[in-house]
């Protein structure tokens, strides 16, 4: 005597979102899904594949934000300008790729929010915003033209 093949549904995973062809007996009796009004099989009788559900993150368009959207030459004057304010064993380096760059930046961040918050100030210093980069070659400045 065969074995009889069980009735696939489709069904949404409440959980993650993801969709699933299952036997009937399976979502009936395990929970946590949603049935679906769509076909479980393909033309074969063979269960559809799954589709993953997954989600961006509203803020991450893609764009990089704070230090990693500046230049290299931004951060480098950056650099400059809080080492001009510190004793030669307090420098900070300027060598390496961007992402060393950014990494010495976010880490005098931390190290300067320690210390606001060890002198008692609750405001934290920021990354720059992205349009207030200095003008790098290439790069013209917003002006109005003067009419000749």
């Known amino acids: 005597m065969p074995a009889s093949t069980p009735e696939y549904i489709r069904v949404r995973q409440i959980e993650?979102?993801?969709?699933?062809s299952v036997p009937k007996s399976h979502a009936e009796a395990t929970g946590g899904y949603e049935v679906l009004d769509?076909?479980?099989?393909d033309s074969a009788g063979r269960p559809?594949?799954?589709?993953?559900?997954?989600?961006?993150d509203p803020a991450a368009d893609g764009k990089p934000d704070g230090y990693a959207a500046q230049t290299v030459k931004a951060l480098k004057a950056e650099i400059a300008q809080r080492n001009d304010s510190r004793d030669?064993?307090?420098q900070l380096s300027v060598t390496g790729n961007k992402a060393?760059?950014?990494?010495?930046?976010?880490?005098d961040?931390?190290?300067?929010?320690?210390?606001?918050?060890?002198?008692g100030a609750t405001t934290?210093?920021?990354?720059?915003?992205?349009?207030?980069?200095p003008l790098t070659d290439g790069q013209q400045a917003d002006t109005p033209k003067e009419n000749a």
């Not at 993650?16 to 699933?20: D, E, I, P, R």
């Not at 594949?49 to 989600?55: A, D, L, Q, S």
């Not at 961040?109 to 002198?119: C, M, P, R, W, Y």
């Not at 934290?124 to 980069?133: G, I």
């Open 16 to 20: 993650t979102g993801h969709q699933l």
């Open 38 to 41: 769509k076909p479980a099989i």
């Open 48 to 56: 559809l594949p799954p589709k993953y559900f997954t989600t961006l």
């Open 88 to 90: 030669a064993e307090h």
């Open 100 to 107: 060393a760059l950014v990494a010495v930046l976010e880490a």
């Open 109 to 119: 961040d931390a190290e300067q929010a320690e210390a606001l918050v060890a002198d």
């Open 124 to 133: 934290t210093p920021a990354a720059p915003a992205a349009d207030s980069q």
